[in-house]
């Protein structure tokens, strides 16, 4: 399974934008990029992926660099909520068999947000 | 939405006690899952289901044991436990439409 680099730890102040990165420099044409992340002493929750193209939704963007090889999660201004373990997962759309689900956690980036 | 609901939240065992950590998904999935989470470390995969009468062993499946008899229910068993399995442990169900996990609150188990 392809594999992610991510920062161990990063810091952001609060309404300030994070750009947490991840490098996946041997993903192949049918990963999908994951990005979940974990609040304290919660079970993780999805935030946003995509394939090829950038993508937005209500909690994030995705900037997916033209190689593919590297991915950066964008939160547009930081809360204090946002403090969490943020994980770049890759997910193979060739997983048959209904193993899809099977994603592989790394130890994440851990984000702290200064009020 | 309930969506997936782990019991208990906390339990602690003695060695070589059996217990089971039990999950109820409503969402309609097909694919459940277990994973554990140690301190400092991110999660590893015990069991999983790609549906009702169908499991199969993910990268830490020894002491634990896990059945499918229906698509709402994905029961984990620790047949005799040990302290090297106190850990959190999340259940997550698998939305193949959307490609999102979804995961519950964790039951967080010590064993002494």
């Known amino acids: 399974d392809a594999k992610t680099t991510q920062p161990n730890s990063m810091e952001s102040n609060e309404e300030e934008p994070v750009h947490l990165p991840c490098n996946h420099s041997t993903i192949s044409g049918t990963d999908y990029i994951h990005w979940y992340r974990q609040l304290p002493s919660q079970g993780p929750e999805y935030v946003i992926h995509?394939?090829?193209s950038n993508v937005n939704n209500r909690m994030a963007s995705l900037a997916i660099a033209e190689d593919r090889k590297s991915s950066t999660l964008i939160l547009h201004r930081a809360t204090l909520r946002d403090a969490a373990v943020y994980y770049c997962?890759?997910?193979?759309?060739?997983?048959?068999?209904?193993?899809?689900?099977?994603?592989?956690f790394g130890k994440g980036t851990k984000l702290s947000v200064k009020p | 939405n309930a969506g997936v609901t782990q019991t208990p939240k906390f339990q602690v065992l003695k060695t070589g006690q059996s217990m089971t950590l039990q999950c109820a998904q409503d969402m309609n999935h097909e694919y459940m899952s277990w994973y554990r989470q140690d301190p400092g470390m991110g999660l590893r995969l015990i069991h999983y289901s790609v549906g009702a009468g169908i499991t199969d062993q993910g990268e830490v499946p020894n002491g634990y044991n896990v059945s499918r008899s229906t698509t709402e229910d994905f029961p984990l068993r620790l047949l005799s436990a040990a302290p090297s399995q106190t850990s959190v442990y999340f259940c997550?169900?698998?939305?193949?439409?959307?490609?999102?996990?979804?995961f519950g609150e964790g039951s967080r188990l010590t064993v002494l």
């Open positions: 997962i890759l997910r193979d759309l060739m997983n048959y068999g209904g193993s899809q689900g099977n994603l592989i």
């Open positions: 995509g394939l090829t």
């Open positions: 997550a169900s698998f939305d193949g439409n959307t490609g999102e996990l979804f």
